[in-house]
């Protein structure tokens, strides 16, 4: 027997959704942390942002984008706000991106997750370092960023199932 909980009233979905992404957050400074691997951990928010942008491609992913933005700047953010900013930005894009794309696949998602981690970490980068005077570029793109990426790209196909599911 399959025993699916399945809302039928949007606020209830919404509800869900929320606990959901709450449920990503607190892995992701709890349990994921065991899994740091040249102190780097993957960025469960981001990749979900990034996932429900391409498969919901409407307000639902701006509203992800924005929710977990916040969620990464109260996490520890350095300067506040550039979650949200950057985390908003990659979800529209993402939404715009969405209709020309068969994104009902996890490789399309990890392409994306790739494609802006990038930008993503580099900005996170300088808001957080280099703004207050301690940039190391070459430090900071070989033993932070690129790790970073790779390891989001790498774990969207865990991710991906779970955030499919939410998503619809």
């Not at 780097?40 to 942008?53: D, K």
């Not at 207050?132 to 865990?158: D, H, M, Q, R, S």
Request: proline share 3%; charged share 10%.
């Amino acid at each position: 027997m399959r025993y699916d909980v399945q809302p039928k009233s949007t606020i209830a979905k919404q509800i869900l959704a929320v606990v959901v992404i709450l449920l990503i957050a607190l892995l992701q400074t709890t349990v994921i942390r065991g899994l740091e691997v040249f102190h780097v951990v993957p960025n469960l928010l981001f990749i979900t942002v990034v996932i429900v942008g391409l498969l919901r491609g409407d307000y639902c992913g701006l509203s992800v984008g924005v929710l977990c933005g916040f969620l990464l700047d109260i996490m520890g953010g350095r300067a506040v706000g550039s979650n949200t900013l950057l985390c908003t930005y990659v979800a529209y894009l993402c939404t715009r991106i969405s209709g020309s794309l068969f994104n009902r696949n996890v490789f399309v998602s990890m392409v994306f997750v790739l494609l802006f981690s990038v930008p993503y970490e580099l900005f996170i980068y300088i808001f957080n370092f280099v703004i207050w005077g301690k940039g190391a570029w070459g430090y900071a793109l070989f033993c932070k960023i690129l790790p970073a990426v790779i390891y989001n790209f790498l774990f969207t196909i865990v991710l991906y199932p779970v955030v499919r599911r939410l998503a619809e």
